[in-house]
């Protein structure tokens, strides 16, 4: 094959090839950091039919009626968005499929951007069904496309599972033609209606289409011996393998699992048996290193290695060299020189202009506790703003917010409010919207309509009006979905008027009543939004006072004057004019981002 068929492509967009290639036609996904791209890049696919679902239970369900109905399906989402998933998923083992279903979930040992370091490994073994884990792009594409095989050959839905640097690196990918298999749907009661007299009848075939993967995963090419020197053999996957080549080369002996599960025996049993000496390197939890000691094999692994965050070269190198576990005149790589000067830190913040800032400012300055959601928007919780008190997962906010204020009989709600963005609160927001109506919880719930989803890069949601390749689509009215939810009152705020965001939430919080406000302004990076002109600072009127650093803005900073004195400096490259600091400085020192000149009024200092 020529080179005009090789080409670099990040992990995450090669399983949008290998998708392609292996003839899907339906996708359904909810974006997750590192997951999002695959779903954007096969977007790009006039071919395949791609959405953003709601959640992504949701999706799971779309991708099974597509796959129900003939046509090869996959659904995108990470870790903790499996979790949402997992109804489905499970009894889906059982249904098994008609055309190929592959789920695709992505992990994110390290926490880049996520709430926890969970294994989905652990997914695979619960649900009973295979897991592929691709190591680099090539075989993100290659893995995406036997997935389907295996998916149909089996009847079993298939995971595949990426990771972070996987999803995240680039290499050198061979693309082929795109072959569509054609389905069609057969009317099956006993094996897709999941009654329990017909799932009963469906756990023996489960439990032996396991056997049936077990025997497979003997000799899949996925699962693969290279044999170099053998006083140490090590069994590791995913991202681990490019570590331990990169640190070892032919001086150790892998077997590279390709398949984590289910995992194969005589495999591994031969390989031990051709090695001195038995390491496990796996990111997170034992899953391999318990399935070998499990089989009575002895064998080193998380008492030499971490539990917890991304692994690396080093990290490796130096873990296994401490242990004495490395190749006869193996030495410690050289680390890499530090900077001669220190690098201060620079902690995540809402960008310049972000909606939310006049929002968390009103809600810090009148000692509201606030129960956060999953967002750019958790943001809240970091100085100067430090609003957000809780974070758990998506759409908890309006869950908790509701325990919170029953179990204190009330007493907190005239301080306690839930904090929940316009994506997070159709992801899962509405139901715990629906118990603050239904069992009529004195709570006040604020949704933060930026009208994006901006956590993951700006995917549209149901309350934007566009679908995945920005076409008009259906809208949701937020305030006439909550009217319908049983709130009488709904409120509409500006979150760049501080004084609109006080009164407002003070109103709201004085009445013993469930109540919504939505906190209205679109995101601030959104290309379709006017800017108004950058303010400036008049530092003769400027008394140094630091007010306007109440709210966090990357944009302003306390610099030296002529006269020597600390005053506030606008930067003009990332100030957009929303005049939100200009409410709050006591002597009007601000410029008007409406006249572009002039003093701004005193606001709510």
Known sequence: ??????????????????LYEAGVCFIS?????????????????????????????VAMEAAFGACLAG????????????????????????????????????????????????????HAIAAKVPMLEPADSAEALAFTKLAFELSEKFDTPVLLKMCTRVAHSQSIVEEQERIVPVKEYTKDIAKYVMMPGNAKKRHPFVEERTRALVEYAETAPVNRVEMGGTKIGIVTCSTSYQYVKEVFGDQVSVLKIGMTNPLP??????????????????????????????????????????????????????????????????????????????IPPRPPVMCAGCPHRGLFYTLKKNGCTVLGDIGCYTLGAVAPLSSIEMTLCMGASIGAVHGFNKATNGESSSKTVAVIGDSTFMHSGMTGLANVAYNQSDSTVIILDNSITGMTGHQQNPTTGYNIKGDPAGKIDLEALCRAMGFERVRVVDPYDLAACDKVLKEELAVKAPSVIISRRPCALLKYVKHNPPLKVDTAKCIGCKSCMRIGCPAISMKPQADGKMKAVVDQTLCVGCGVCSQLCPVGAFSSPITDGGSSKKGDA
């Open 1 to 18: 094959m020529g080179n005009e068929n090789r080409r670099l492509l990040l992990g995450n967009a090669a399983v949008a090839r290998g």
């Open 29 to 57: 996904s909810y974006p997750g950091t590192p997951s999002t791209e695959i779903t954007e890049e096969a977007a790009k696919f006039d071919e395949i039919y791609c959405e953003w679902a709601p959640n992504e239970k």
């Open 71 to 122: 046509k090869r399906a996959f659904c995108g989402q990470k870790h903790v968005g499996l979790n949402v998933a997992a109804d489905p998923l499970y009894t889906m083992s059982y249904t098994g499929v008609n055309a190929g279903l592959v789920v695709g979930v992505a992990d994110d040992a390290g926490m880049h951007s996520s709430q926890n370091e969970q294994d989905s490994r652990h």
């Open 265 to 342: 025996e005589k495999l591994i049993r031969d390989f031990v048996a051709q090695v001195e000496q038995l390491v496990v390197i796996e990111e997170l939890d034992p899953i391999i290193e318990d399935h070998i000691k499990a089989m009575g094999i002895p064998v080193h692994g998380k008492d030499i290695l971490p539990m917890i965050d991304e692994f690396s070269q080093n990290l490796i190198a130096e873990k296994l060299f401490d242990a004495g576990l490395v190749p006869d005149g193996f030495e410690l790589p050289e680390q890499g020189t530090g900077l001669e000067e220190a």
